[in-house]
Every structure is written in C-alpha cells, then in structure tokens.
C-alpha cells in the first residue's frame, strides 16, 4: 500500500501546487475508477485512504457515495463530505455503481440521464437498471431515505454547427 499511498500524496500535491499558482484553493478530493468503487464497501481500504489525506481534512470536502464503507469512515474521523451520485451510470440494489463492464452500466441516451439527474435531485431517488425474471430490462426507483446534496455528473457531448465536438457547461 506504500506506492499507493506515495501515488495519491503525489496527485494532491501536484495538483494543490497548481491551484496555489494561480491563487485558488482544492475543494474536494474524490477518489476515481476502482479506487472509488472498492472503498464503497471496504472498510479497511477506505481507512486508509482517509488516513493518507487527513492532511486535507479541514480544508477539502471528500466526495463519496452515499451509504457506503469510505462515508461511514469519513464521518467518523470528522470528514467534510459531499455526496455524490451520476446521472448517467447505473446503480445496484446498495447504490453502489453498477460495473462498467456489465450491460446497462452506462445510461447514454441523454433524456435518461436528465432523468435520473431529476429523479436524485427532485425524489432523492436513484433509478435502477435491472433484469426481470423475463430477462427484460426494468427502471427500478431506489430510494436514498435521506436528504443530501448531490452532484450529478454526467459526459454528454453534442455537436454545433461547425460539426467540433463541445462539451455542455
């Protein structure tokens, strides 16, 4: 765990220095990829990743999944948090990610991801992609059961008229 722990103070201070270069401050840390997706249920992983940045806790907000291991650990070692949830992945019965290399992981029609985005907002829910008895995919509405502040990050790219490839803000 040593080159893991060296990666992830590396990353933050590189990019800390930077955000000082140009006179700003780091808001959050969020873990990515596999990372992000072990701490939502390893406890240990999730300690310590939480010990490696402690050194950033009173200034940066940790964003985390909701209802998982690397929140129960943040709040307990006294974490800024931000929960955080996508609008355009899909999500299992513990609202953890549904993984990338399972059908229906990604939502990428743009109409369903605003959806999803209102649902989370507007509903506090989730909707779930899963597979009826029938084998016929079914929206499952998951209910977070508790009020949170949420980020819906979604990649949806559309194209103007000159046909470059532009990325709503």
């Known amino acids: 765990r040593s080159d893991l722990y060296y990666s992830l103070i590396d990353q933050i201070e590189t990019l800390n220095s930077i955000a000082i270069s140009y006179g700003k401050k780091l808001h959050h840390i ?15 992983l999730s300690d310590f990743y939480l010990d490696t940045i402690i050194g950033y806790k009173e200034e940066c907000y940790i964003y985390l999944p909701y209802n998982s ?7 307990e070692k006294g974490f800024k948090i931000m929960y ?3 609008g355009d992945r899909a999500y299992n019965d513990n609202l953890s990610l549904v993984s990338r290399n399972e059908k229906g992981a990604l939502i990428k029609n743009p109409k369903s991801v605003i959806n999803q985005i209102a649902s989370i907002i507007n509903s506090k829910k989730i909707i779930k992609l899963t ?12 209910d977070l059961n508790h009020w949170f502040f949420c980020w819906a990050t979604f ?15």
């Open 155 to 169: 990649n949806i790219i559309t194209t103007n008229k000159n046909k470059t490839a532009t990325a709503p803000t």
């Open 131 to 142: 597979i009826s008895p029938t084998g016929i995919w079914v929206l499952v509405s998951l």
């Open 84 to 86: 955080e949830a996508f």
């Open 69 to 75: 291991e690397i929140e129960k650990s943040a709040l």
């Open 30 to 44: 969020e873990a990515h990829g596999a990372l992000y997706n072990e701490m939502f249920s390893d406890k240990d």
